[in-house]
């Protein structure tokens, strides 16, 4: 047990130790867990949020733990795992694009291949300059630091492989010919190089994201607007994408003097009875720019739907956002208190208005500008009232924000 001191209050931290779950229902996790708690002497009605992974069991809508567990407590607000949420994002919407999963199938097979053999990596290192690196499924954003060295150094990685395989060039075992032979042609391909260009700029924007929402201390406003922020790049560049990972391709290619044109016999998902292919009778550029665009949007849903238990929760809790609680009237405000004052039956929206008029004054009276505080989380407004003592003037205020 550790306790800690923070803006003069003191929270207890408690952990109550590990126990067995014996179902795999969400009915019989529910139930393990609330009697565990109970055993504990610890009321759920007294709980005010929940957190868990994003295993469909726990965080789902609905039949879910944390769904069950609101039927017997309703405040008991639940918050998904930003990171992990992100992972999933990327992991479901890419494996959905057969084309993107081979992909990513070749990236790995370059590691495997020079990592197999401390001889091959040594060649690696002399010949390209740089490591290159395994996916990570844990951390989306990793794929970025596996596919980015790739796109920076090819021709040197192309080179090495051109050599590797050549027996007049090289003192290679047949073992080692064999299989740069095998890679050679997987990475020389226009839709290789297609998802090469692709996947560098939407990983970049990915990996930046997912760096900032581990920022230690980050606060929920900030981390729902940079979500938006990767939503709105995924909406308005995902033509732009497409079109500069096809002109690199081709680019490439012509560099290169490979062939555009595609190599063997597609393999079809099979259909129902009646399903037109939606490729039917598109070149395999155009082929290509549906597939990326079908991910751009899956992500893009991906996101708009993990992530909306964090914006109903800005909802739930709007009065108390800065930017509303110091610039809207009075009028506006009994239109956005009850959002709150019905999940939280302790807080009355009278005194709530009150509370923020008072607040105001007291803003003012330290000589703090509406214009420098609409700028502050709402950590930062709980810690001002803190500093100055006003915890007694504004209390509901201050515990609705504390709950926040």
Same mark, same amino acid.
């Given at each position: 047990?550790?306790?800690?001191?923070? *803006?003069?209050?003191?929270?207890?931290?408690?952990?109550?130790?590990?126990?067995?779950?014996?179902?795999?229902?969400?009915?019989?996790?529910?139930?393990?867990?609330?009697?565990?708690?109970?055993?504990?002497?610890?009321?759920?009605?007294?709980?005010?949020?929940?957190?868990?992974?994003?295993?469909?069991?726990?965080?789902?809508?609905?039949?879910?733990?944390?769904?069950?567990?609101?039927?017997?407590?309703?405040?008991?607000?639940?918050?998904?795992?930003? $990171?992990?949420?992100?992972?999933?994002?990327? !992991?479901?919407? !890419?494996?959905?694009?057969?084309?993107?999963?081979? *992909?990513?199938?070749?990236?790995?097979?370059?590691?495997?291949?020079?990592?197999?053999?401390?001889?091959?990596?040594?060649?690696?290192?002399?010949?390209?300059?740089?490591?290159?690196?395994?996916?990570?499924?844990?951390?989306?954003?990793?794929?970025?630091?596996?596919?980015?060295?790739?796109? $920076?150094? *090819?021709?040197?990685?192309?080179?090495?492989?051109?050599?590797?395989?050549?027996?007049?060039?090289?003192?290679?075992?047949?073992?080692?010919?064999?299989?740069?032979?095998?890679?050679?042609?997987?990475?020389?391909?226009?839709?290789?190089?297609?998802?090469?260009?692709?996947?560098?700029?939407?990983?970049?924007?990915?990996?930046?994201?997912?760096?900032?929402?581990?920022?230690?201390?980050?606060?929920?406003?900030?981390?729902?607007?940079?979500?938006?922020?990767?939503?709105?790049?995924?909406?308005?560049?995902?033509?732009?994408?497409?079109?500069?990972?096809?002109?690199?391709?081709?680019?490439?290619?012509?560099?290169? $003097?490979?062939?555009?044109?595609?190599?063997?016999?597609?393999? !079809?998902?099979?259909?129902?009875?009646?399903?037109?292919?939606?490729?039917?009778?598109?070149?395999?550029?155009?082929?290509?720019?549906?597939?990326?665009?079908?991910?751009?949007?899956?992500?893009?849903?991906?996101?708009?739907?993990?992530?909306?238990?964090?914006?109903?929760?800005?909802?739930? !809790?709007?009065?108390?956002?800065?930017?509303?609680?110091?610039?809207?009237?009075?009028?506006?405000?009994?239109?956005?208190?009850?959002?709150?004052?019905?999940?939280?039956?302790?807080?009355?929206?009278?005194?709530?208005?009150?509370?923020?008029?008072?607040?105001?004054?007291?803003?003012?009276?330290?000589?703090?500008?509406?214009?420098?505080?609409?700028?502050?989380?709402?950590?930062?407004?709980?810690?001002?009232?803190?500093?100055?003592?006003?915890?007694?003037?504004?209390?509901?205020?201050?515990?609705?924000?504390?709950? *926040?």
């Amino acid at each position: 047990m550790k306790e800690a001191k923070y *803006f003069g209050i003191i929270f207890e931290k408690s952990f109550l130790g590990f126990f067995s779950i014996a179902g795999k229902t969400a009915v019989e996790l529910t139930e393990t867990i609330l009697t565990q708690l109970e055993s504990d002497n610890l009321d759920i009605q007294l709980c005010r949020a929940q957190g868990y992974d994003n295993a469909a069991k726990m965080a789902g809508v609905h039949g879910s733990v944390q769904a069950k567990i609101k039927e017997r407590d309703p405040k008991a607000l639940f918050m998904l795992c930003a $990171n992990h949420s992100l992972n999933l994002c990327g !992991f479901h919407s !890419f494996e959905s694009v057969d084309s993107s999963v081979t *992909f990513f199938g070749t990236v790995e097979r370059v590691c495997t291949f020079f990592s197999s053999s401390t001889h091959r990596w040594e060649i690696l290192m002399i010949s390209v300059g740089v490591s290159v690196k395994r996916l990570v499924d844990t951390r989306w954003s990793a794929h970025d630091d596996a596919v980015k060295p790739l796109k $920076n150094n *090819f021709e040197k990685l192309v080179l090495t492989l051109e050599q590797m395989c050549d027996p007049s060039r090289s003192k290679e075992n047949v073992d080692t010919r064999e299989a740069a032979s095998t890679l050679l042609p997987a990475l020389c391909d226009f839709i290789f190089f297609c998802y090469l260009s692709f996947w560098c700029e939407v990983l970049e924007e990915v990996n930046q994201t997912q760096k900032y929402i581990r920022t230690p201390g980050l606060s929920l406003e900030k981390c729902v607007i940079k979500i938006k922020a990767l939503k709105t790049f995924l909406q308005s560049e995902r033509i732009q994408i497409v079109e500069r990972a096809i002109a690199y391709a081709t680019k490439k290619c012509e560099d290169l $003097n490979i062939s555009i044109e595609r190599k063997g016999r597609r393999r !079809f998902r099979k259909r129902m009875p009646g399903e037109v292919a939606q490729d039917a009778g598109l070149t395999l550029p155009g082929e290509l720019q549906r597939a990326m665009l079908e991910y751009l949007d899956r992500f893009y849903e991906e996101l708009d739907y993990r992530y909306r238990a964090m914006d109903d929760i800005l909802v739930t !809790f709007g009065v108390i956002k800065p930017q509303t609680l110091l610039t809207s009237t009075e009028e506006e405000l009994r239109g956005i208190v009850p959002n709150l004052t019905k999940i939280y039956d302790e807080f009355f929206a009278e005194d709530i208005i009150l509370e923020i008029l008072r607040l105001r004054r007291h803003l003012e009276a330290a000589s703090i500008s509406s214009q420098e505080a609409v700028r502050w989380t709402t950590l930062e407004l709980l810690r001002f009232i803190a500093k100055w003592g006003y915890s007694e003037s504004v209390p509901s205020l201050a515990l609705c924000q504390r709950f *926040f």
